[in-house]
């Protein structure tokens, strides 16, 4: 939420008058929010923007390897079927894969078991 003085602040022009720089990040009802006319001053004094585009397959497997790997494991927590079904729930979300990567360790670890079938995916996602 972006605040009344945040607005007051940028309305009083100290873009030109002090090396103030402000980074403004959030997910897309973020922007959505920003597209409201009350806050057409902040988004003309945007210079930068990024936006995290979806995940294809591929790179929704590998992104997953890579967060496994940085966490220090060494083996296949989370078999390819069950990515598969976590691309189909999440669609490439960056977000939701981590929401549903996130329960599955959780479910793997209460239940002493890998996720090796997508029946177990499935009842996750439901």
Same mark, same amino acid.
């Given at each position: 939420?972006?605040?009344?003085?945040?607005?007051?602040?940028?309305?009083?022009?100290?873009? *030109?008058?002090?090396?103030?720089? +402000? !980074?403004?990040?959030?997910?897309? %009802?973020?922007?959505?929010?920003?597209?409201?006319? &009350?806050?057409?001053?902040?988004?003309?004094?945007?210079?930068?923007?990024?936006?995290?585009?979806?995940?294809?397959?591929?790179?929704?497997?590998?992104?997953?390897?890579?967060?496994?790997?940085? *966490?220090?494991?060494?083996?296949? +927590? !989370?078999?390819?079927?069950?990515? %598969?079904?976590?691309?189909?729930?999440?669609?490439? &979300?960056?977000?939701?894969?981590?929401?549903?990567?996130?329960?599955?360790?959780?479910?793997?670890?209460?239940?002493?078991?890998?996720?090796?079938?997508?029946?177990?995916?499935?009842?996750?996602?439901?």
């Amino acid at each position: 939420m972006i605040s009344r003085r945040s607005r007051e602040a940028v309305s009083l022009r100290v873009d *030109a008058l002090s090396p103030m720089a +402000l !980074i403004l990040v959030g997910q897309t %009802e973020f922007w959505d929010k920003l597209q409201m006319q &009350s806050y057409t001053a902040i988004r003309q004094r945007m210079d930068i923007q990024c936006k995290m585009p979806v995940l294809d397959h591929a790179q929704v497997k590998a992104y997953v390897k890579r967060h496994l790997t940085y *966490a220090g494991t060494d083996h296949e +927590l !989370i078999s390819d079927e069950a990515l %598969e079904m976590i691309y189909r729930y999440s669609g490439g &979300s960056a977000r939701l894969v981590n929401k549903v990567c996130t329960s599955t360790l959780i479910y793997g670890c209460q239940n002493g078991k890998l996720l090796k079938t997508s029946f177990k995916a499935q009842n996750l996602l439901v």
